[in-house]
């Protein structure tokens, strides 16, 4: 199983930026970005599959970007004009077999330990 390390995470006031990071131990096929808010499910934000096609959810389109540098087996996630409701726990997600993504963590068979993302107001 690939182990996946997040790191970017902090505190912003609404309007601002963050760039969250995840290393992969090893390579893997489609990459994802969860998050979970406290008493609420866990919400697909983005994937990228391995040739590079990104997905989004509607909530970060047109604010976040995934990116992925396959070299150092590390995924990104730019959030620009963040919200207070995008704060939450991020979570980096790993589906080492399929070459299209998909949105339900139940695809997902490694997972980070999250970072945490607090946007105020």
């Known amino acids: 199983q690939v182990q996946l390390v997040e790191s970017g995470g902090g505190s912003v006031q609404a309007g601002g930026s963050l760039r969250l990071s995840c290393t992969a131990s090893a390579y893997t096929r489609c990459m994802a970005w969860f998050r979970q808010a406290p008493g609420m499910q866990r919400e697909w934000v983005s994937a990228i599959s391995p040739g590079g096609t990104a997905t989004y959810a509607d909530s970060g389109k047109g604010r976040f970007t995934i990116s992925k540098d396959n070299a150092k087996n590390t995924l990104y996630l730019q959030m620009n004009s963040l919200k207070p409701e995008d704060t939450a726990m991020y979570y980096c997600?790993?589906?080492?077999?399929?070459?299209?993504?998909?949105?339900?963590?139940?695809?997902?068979?490694?997972w980070g330990q999250g970072t945490q993302v607090t946007v105020s107001s």
């Open positions: 997600a790993a589906d080492a077999y399929r070459l299209a993504c998909r949105s339900g963590p139940e695809f997902y068979s490694s």
